[in-house]
């Protein structure tokens, strides 16, 4: 995370998106930006002008599908993830109640 600014989710659209892509990624299932749009989780405009911040600090990581080189994969970045460990399985609880 780039400058050490902790304070990386400024809505509830930025922390439904960290928390959607860190549950896949925990699942070893990474979204794409087409599974994330489907998730309705705000207008396609607004999940992708927060994403594109969220990849511009560094704390998602947008990388190469190995298959599929039209798409890419949506990952936390590894300080993001340390971070969030300390919580335990919070990411993890927090993504199962949000499905029921």
Do not use: C, W
């Amino acid at each position: 995370m780039k400058g050490g600014n902790y304070l990386f989710l400024k809505s509830v659209v930025d922390f439904d998106i960290v928390i959607e892509i860190g549950y896949a990624q925990e699942q070893g299932q990474p979204l794409t930006l087409k599974p994330l749009f489907l998730l309705n989780l705000s207008s396609r405009t607004t999940v992708r002008r927060k994403l594109a911040r969220l990849i511009e600090q560094g704390i998602v990581i947008r990388r190469k599908h190995a298959s599929d080189h039209r798409a890419s994969l949506l990952v936390i970045s590894p300080s993001v993830v340390k971070l969030l460990s300390k919580y335990g399985g919070t990411l993890t609880s927090i993504s199962t109640s949000h499905f029921k």
